[in-house]
C-alpha cells in the first residue's frame, strides 16, 4: 500500500511540474521576422588604430639663472606666448642684493641710487615658445641649478603604440586626437617621428611615436592623457553596404537581392573590400540600383501566465 501511496504522488507531482511548464511557454511568442529593404550608399570608409597618449612639450627648455641670487621680478605668467628675447625675469646676484638690504636702511636715496649703479640681471627667452611653467616667486633665492621659468616651443602628442600594432604605423599618417573631456572635439594630427628603441608598460612592449596637431586647441595643457586614433585605411566615394546584409557560405560573401516581379529574393554573390564597425565595401556582384533585403528577428518579452505559478497559493475572488 505504501508503494502504490508513494507512486501516486509522484505522479500528481509530475502532472504539477509539466502544468507549470506548460502555462509558462503558453505565455511566449515566438520570433517574428523583420523584413528591411536597402540600397547600397555611397559613402567612406576608415579604419583606425586605437591608442592613448600625453599631451607634452616638443622642446621644454627650463631658463636657470647665470649666477646665484634673489629674483626680484618675474615679468611672463603661465600659458603666456613670448618671442626670442623677451624679458622673462630680473634678478638680483647674491652680492647686489646683499648692497640693495643695506641701502634700504640707509634711505631711499641710498637704494635708489645703488639700484641705478648696479643693474639687475635680466633673464631673457631663447626661443618663440609659450611659457609652462612660472612659479617661482619675487624674493626667493635660486641657485644656478634652479628652474626659474620653463619654456615650451609648441605642445605635441606622444602616443603609446602596442609592438603588434607599430607596423600601421608611419611618418606623416593622419591621426585624430580627442581627450575625455571633450569627446566631440577631434584634434587632426600627423605623425612627425616613431622612435627605433621600445619602452616596457605594464609588461607590454610599446614604441613612442609623436604626433603634431594642426591647431593645439586653447585646453590642451602637458601631462593631459589624450586618445588617438591613427587612419589606418581610409576610402572615399565607394559603394558600401551594413555588414548586417551579408551572409556568409563556404567563406564566400551573399546578399539577397529582391526580384523585380518576383516574390522570392536571390542570393547574390558579392567580393567585399574594406569595412569598418557598421559597413563594408562593394567591389562587384552589385550595383547602386539594386535592392537588398535585410531579414532580422525580433524577440518578444514571454507574456505573463494568468494561471500563476501552481506553488503559490491563489488569489481570493
Not at 134 to 140: E, I, S, V, Y
Request: proline content about 5%; aromatic content about 6%; hydrophobic content about 40%.
Amino acid at each position: 500500500m505504501n508503494k502504490k501511496r508513494g507512486f501516486f504522488i509522484i505522479i500528481v507531482f509530475t502532472l504539477i511540474v509539466a502544468a507549470f511548464l506548460a502555462a509558462r511557454m503558453k505565455g511566449r511568442t515566438r520570433p517574428a521576422e523583420i523584413i528591411e529593404e536597402i540600397r547600397p550608399a555611397v559613402g567612406n570608409i576608415e579604419t583606425f588604430v586605437s591608442t592613448t597618449g600625453t599631451v607634452l612639450p616638443k622642446n621644454r627648455l627650463e631658463v636657470k639663472p647665470p649666477v646665484a641670487g634673489r629674483i626680484e621680478s618675474i615679468e611672463v605668467k603661465e600659458g603666456e606666448k613670448i618671442k626670442a628675447g623677451s624679458t622673462l625675469a630680473w634678478m638680483s646676484s647674491t652680492e647686489r642684493a646683499a648692497l640693495l638690504d643695506s641701502a634700504r636702511g640707509q634711505g631711499e636715496d641710498a637704494l635708489k641710487y645703488w639700484k641705478e649703479v648696479y643693474k639687475a640681471i635680466p633673464l631673457l627667452s631663447p626661443i618663440d615658445g609659450e611659457v609652462i611653467v612660472a612659479t617661482t616667486q619675487p624674493g626667493q633665492t635660486v641657485t644656478t641649478t634652479d628652474p626659474v621659468i620653463v619654456l615650451s616651443d609648441r605642445l605635441i602628442v606622444r602616443a603609446q603604440v602596442d609592438e603588434t600594432d607599430i607596423g600601421k604605423i608611419k611618418e606623416g599618417q593622419n591621426a585624430f586626437v580627442t581627450r575625455d573631456a571633450y569627446p566631440d572635439t577631434k584634434i587632426k594630427a600627423v605623425v612627425e617621428h616613431i622612435y627605433y628603441e621600445s619602452k616596457t608598460v605594464s609588461n607590454v612592449t610599446v614604441y613612442q611615436a609623436d604626433l603634431l596637431p594642426e591647431e593645439v586647441p586653447y585646453f590642451f595643457r602637458s601631462g593631459m592623457n589624450a586618445s588617438i586614433d591613427f587612419i589606418e585605411k581610409s576610402k572615399e566615394g565607394i559603394l558600401t553596404i551594413p555588414k548586417e546584409a551579408v551572409r556568409q557560405e563556404k567563406e564566400e560573401s551573399y546578399v539577397l537581392l529582391k526580384q523585380e516581379g518576383s516574390g522570392e529574393p536571390v542570393m547574390t554573390r558579392v567580393i567585399l573590400g574594406a569595412s569598418d564597425d557598421k559597413n563594408v565595401e562593394i567591389i562587384s556582384g552589385i550595383g547602386a540600383a539594386d535592392t537588398i533585403i535585410i531579414s532580422k528577428e525580433k524577440y518578444a518579452l514571454p507574456r505573463a501566465s494568468s494561471g500563476g505559478s501552481p506553488f503559490l497559493p491563489g488569489r481570493r475572488r
